[in-house]
């Protein structure tokens, strides 16, 4: 196992070696993921393996695991996301043999031979990320309960109490002016 990540590398070549990578890497050399974190700070440990399957089919697994500073879309206050991520990766040429995979595997696209080996890792930690991230409603600071509900209107006795009748009442009261 290396702990050395390479920065390019051909993925089928990597698969037809057997190399395995394991090791951290700081959040913040991750250009497509700090503008959606609320702090730069902390690591990510990851492990990929590159092999073939039975099939001999070219093979990426990885794990990826972090712990994401956000901002918390219900209170705007930071939160931590637990990311454990497990992907399993076919490098492919196009769309056509990316059809021919089995629903194990995720397409890795390549349009070149070598690939950014640090985008594998960062693809992840983004697609952990959820649409709007919120703490758990039982440990975010702004509870429901901390909202107020507005007063309903008092009505007098004698009024109708459909939909529209503070609308008739309106309409009665601009009739005396």
Known sequence: MLSQLPVQADPRRLCEQGKTFAGSVALRKMPRLTPLLASSEGEAAFTLEFDRDEERRARV????QAALPLLCQ?????MLLQVDAKFQLSPVS????????????????????SLHMLDLIEDELILAIP?????????????LGDRKTPEPVAQDEGEAKGPFA????????????
Do not use: W
């Open 74 to 78: 219900r209170c705007l206050q930071q």
């Open 94 to 113: 196009g769309p056509r043999e990316a059809e021919m995979l089995p629903a194990e595997y995720d397409p890795l696209m390549l349009d070149e031979q």
């Open 166 to 177: 503070m609308l008739a009442k309106l309409k009665r009261d601009n009739k005396h002016e």
């Open 131 to 143: 649409p709007a991230p919120r703490h758990p409603l039982t440990e975010c600071p702004a509870t």
């Open 61 to 64: 697994r990885g794990y990826v």
